[in-house]
């Protein structure tokens, strides 16, 4: 009898845990994921059972309130997970600062290097976007394209980061471009360097017409 009541607590207790667990499911939303704190990153499969229109207005109003600031950099990669074409136009102006954070520098610093990742999540999920995308990705990884931080290049390498994301023929002209832009940022052109799909090296993984400029660089 104590074997048999022993068990039935112990099932008993494991039906309120899942029970427990269940309820918090229900109660999760796309909000409540993107304003947690995460240790080890925003959660991407968590993120990605919330796609659809209705939770990516969610996301399109916090990346447009300043008031929400701290969560703009998880806002932003949310959107490159589920968000549609129609998101391009906003995750540019963040990844541009065009958004009201100017009194928050190392949160608009952090949200514009995750909207540069988000848009080439994009860009990957919606080819039809993607060569708009890869010309905004390029332009900011190169000199004059960003104007945070020119000193570490964090945001300019957050864009090469997002033209490998995005994950296409275009992206990888523009990271061998990159690369051989003597005058793009060392950790930038490095970056762009390591990026470039399917290579052991740059010279045969960036296309013949490229190569003569990576050569000039080195120079």
């Known amino acids: 009898m104590g074997i048999a009541r022993s068990l039935a607590a112990a099932l008993g207790a494991s039906v309120i845990i899942a029970s427990a667990s269940a309820a918090g499911q229900e109660t999760e939303t796309i909000e409540t994921l993107v304003t947690g704190q995460y240790a080890h990153g925003l959660p991407a499969g968590e993120v990605r059972r919330f796609a659809g229109t209705e939770n990516t207005a969610i996301l399109v109003a916090i990346l447009r309130d300043p008031a929400a600031g701290p969560h703009h950099p998880n806002a932003a990669e949310a959107l490159g997970l589920v968000g549609g074409p129609e998101t391009t136009e906003i995750l540019m102006a963040v990844a541009d600062s065009v958004t009201d954070l100017s009194d928050q520098p190392r949160i608009a610093g952090a949200a514009r290097r995750s909207a540069l990742r988000a848009l080439g999540m994009l860009a990957a999920r919606h080819p039809a976007e993607a060569a708009e995308i890869v010309r905004h990705l390029e332009s ?53 360097r390591a990026h470039i799909h399917g290579a052991k090296t740059e010279r045969n993984a960036c296309p013949p017409a490229l190569r003569g400029t990576q050569r000039a660089a080195r120079r």
């Open 140 to 192: 900011a990884a190169l000199p004059g394209g960003s104007d945070a931080d020119p000193g570490t290049g964090d945001v300019e390498t957050a864009a090469t980061v997002g033209l490998t994301l995005a994950a296409s023929p275009g992206a990888d002209a523009a990271l061998c471009r990159i690369a051989g832009t003597v005058g793009a940022h060392p950790r930038v052109r490095a970056a762009a």
